[in-house]
């Protein structure tokens, strides 16, 4: 276990918005079913980063390479089936559509990949009471709180069985015993099913989850011993 092959790995990214570079030269490994913690502050890059390895946006320079495959080098039609099938996300902001009921938000990643309606729906209850999201299944996003649509936002990324999630502030919206809740879930989850997960976090309580961690600074991750 020294040293896996990386499910997924960044080598050298920048992405600018406009004038603004996110990214300069960011550099990153996820090895199969590992929890990495990717840390930094405010405007370091992080988003940025999840969004470029989750195939979202692609990169101004370098690489995403994942399980062999050079997402640069990818048809749209080929990213966007690896983005339902092997990929779950969780987006910082505005993740549910906001039409859909909690249960339908999440059932739909399962209907879009062609099970049926009501065979969708009670999986999808499943993976809401596996985070503590009970009673409110019925609720549209603008009906719940940040942290109940938070937690529907996960079972929405799980529900699939992914390889990968990719999960922005899972927590940022919840309190600490709630964050406890939705962590102890989630990494269950994953140890269970041997998903990595890129997890964005600000909280140290967060990202103590986590196998390990990498800081990012400026858009690029910090060398190791110099994280001070
Ligand atoms: N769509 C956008 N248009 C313009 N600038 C953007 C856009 N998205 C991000 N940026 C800028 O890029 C930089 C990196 O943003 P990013 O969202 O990746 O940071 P972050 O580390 O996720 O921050 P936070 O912790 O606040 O979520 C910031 O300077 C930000 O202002
Ligand atoms: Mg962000």
């Known amino acids: 276990m020294s040293n896996p092959v990386p499910l997924l790995a960044a080598r050298g990214l920048t992405k600018a918005h406009g004038r ?10 996820l ?3 590992e929890i990495l913690a990717v840390t930094g502050a405010s405007g370091s890059g992080k988003s940025t980063l999840l969004h470029c390895l989750a195939g979202i946006v692609r990169p101004d320079e370098g690489s995403v390479t994942y399980g062999g495959e ?12 690896l983005r339902r099938t092997e990929f779950g996300v969780v987006f910082q902001f505005g993740q549910l ?15 879009l990949g062609g ?11 499943e993976w809401l009471e596996r985070f503590g999201v009970r009673g409110q299944e019925g609720l549209r996003p603008g009906e719940m709180s940040g942290g ?5 936002a996960l079972a929405r990324a799980l529900v699939t069985g992914p390889k990968v999630v990719f999960a922005d502030e899972p927590t940022g919206a ?17 140890r269970e099913s041997g998903t990595a997960v890129l997890l964005i976090t600000h909280d140290a309580q967060t990202a103590a989850y986590a196998d390990r961690e990498v800081q ?13």
């Open 20 to 29: 603004t570079p996110a990214l300069r030269g960011a550099s990153v490994e």
């Open 31 to 33: 090895r199969p079913g």
């Open 70 to 81: 050079r997402l640069e080098e990818l048809s749209e039609k080929r990213l966007s089936e």
């Open 97 to 111: 559509i906001p039409e859909l009921t909690a249960l339908d938000n999440v059932a739909l990643p399962l209907m």
């Open 115 to 125: 099970a049926a309606r009501a065979e969708a729906r009670a999986r999808a209850a």
């Open 148 to 152: 109940q649509a938070q937690r529907a």
């Open 174 to 190: 919840l309190d600490s015993l709630a964050s406890e809740q939705v962590m102890t879930a989630l990494t269950h989850t994953a």
């Open 216 to 228: 990012l600074r400026d858009g690029a991750v910090v060398p190791l011993g110099v994280s001070a």
